[in-house]
């Protein structure tokens, strides 16, 4: 009898140390256990929100699968992830497998961000027009010397996260659909991949969400920055801009583009309270602070004068 109220007492005692159990019977708007599925490109600002709204609801846990845009949608449809955060709506196609299962998704706008184009540090070319880039994703263009007839000859390399990620969708909705991508135009798993792989090649262009560079306060986006450059891009024959948050709230950077939440949640249950935080007040001071844009909240923007990019 003993022996057997000791083993009770160890085993309730090591039970009760460390990390709260999770009950993963519980599912309210402030506690539970769901996850979700995020666009790589947008890594930085889910994982800020998610700190946050954990930290405020100690009964919350959120896992995030970080994967590419297309996955993302369909982790959503198999019912794997109760949200998707990504860079459109669901398609018609996809809305009819939701049909089957009765369901209409709650798709909630969140912030604006924008793709930055990033080159290495050494590579005096860093502005691009529009044009210039479809060029080279349409394999027209091959060669740094077709762009800059005074540089230097090097076969032109483009880096991305994954073949079916936001960027690249992206980048065909606002360039024109340019075919099927030339073998000098290849993906890397990672946006973090890609900031290592220009780092290291000068002839290389990178393609990545600009909450990987945007948060003066984050350590790893002021180690980004001191490893390469960030170019400006502009549209038909305007001025150059970079990627900054002013820029892409007043809709002249031309690369921006809208973050959505897209839940299938029909009650009120983790899922929804999450996707209302990131909407709320709290939520898009996290948007803020990544140097993004909040879609809920006005921002003020403060005029300076501005140095033409040559």
């Excluded at 490109?41 to 297309?70: N, Q, R």
């Excluded at 691009?128 to 080279?136: G, Q, R, V, W």
């Excluded at 909407?279 to 909240?297: D, H, I, N």
Aim: charged share 25%; net charge neutral.
């Amino acid at each position: 009898m003993r022996i057997a109220v000791f083993v009770f007492v160890i085993t309730f005692i090591v039970s009760g140390c460390g990390k709260r159990a999770i009950d993963y019977r519980v599912d309210t708007p402030t506690a539970g256990h769901i996850k979700i599925a995020v666009d790589e490109s947008l890594k930085p600002l889910m994982e800020a929100e998610i700190d946050a709204f954990e930290g405020l609801y100690k009964d919350a846990h959120i896992d995030a699968i970080y994967t590419s845009e297309d996955e993302a949608i369909q982790l959503v449809l198999k019912d794997t992830a109760r949200i998707a955060i990504v860079t459109r709506k669901i398609r018609k196609e996809e809305q009819s497998v939701l049909d089957t299962q009765r369901l209409v998704p709650n798709q909630v706008s969140i912030a604006k961000d924008g793709l930055a184009l990033i080159v290495h540090k050494n590579n005096p070319d860093s502005l691009f027009s529009l044009d210039e880039l479809k060029a080279i994703l349409e394999g027209k263009t091959t060669d740094w010397k077709q762009l800059n007839p005074k540089g230097k000859s090097a076969k032109i390399e483009v880096v991305f996260d994954h073949p079916n990620s936001g960027i690249i969708r992206h980048l065909r909705d606002s360039l024109g659909d340019f075919g099927n991508l030339p073998a000098n135009c290849f993906g890397v798993n990672t946006n973090e991949a890609v900031v290592d792989y220009v780092s290291k090649k000068e002839n290389a262009i990178g393609l990545i969400g600009v909450s990987w560079i945007s948060d003066n306060d984050d350590s790893t986006a002021n180690q980004f920055l001191g490893q390469i450059k960030v170019a400006g891009v502009k549209r038909g024959e305007g001025e150059y801009y970079e990627p900054y948050q002013a820029y892409i709230a007043q809709k002249v950077y031309p690369l921006s583009r809208e973050i959505f939440m897209v839940s299938r949640e029909t009650k009120a249950r983790l899922g929804s309270g999450f996707v209302a935080f990131v909407a709320s007040e709290k939520g898009q001071r996290v948007v803020l602070k990544l140097g993004l844009v909040p879609m809920t909240m006005p921002i003020r923007i403060v005029e300076v004068k501005r140095e033409p990019i040559h």
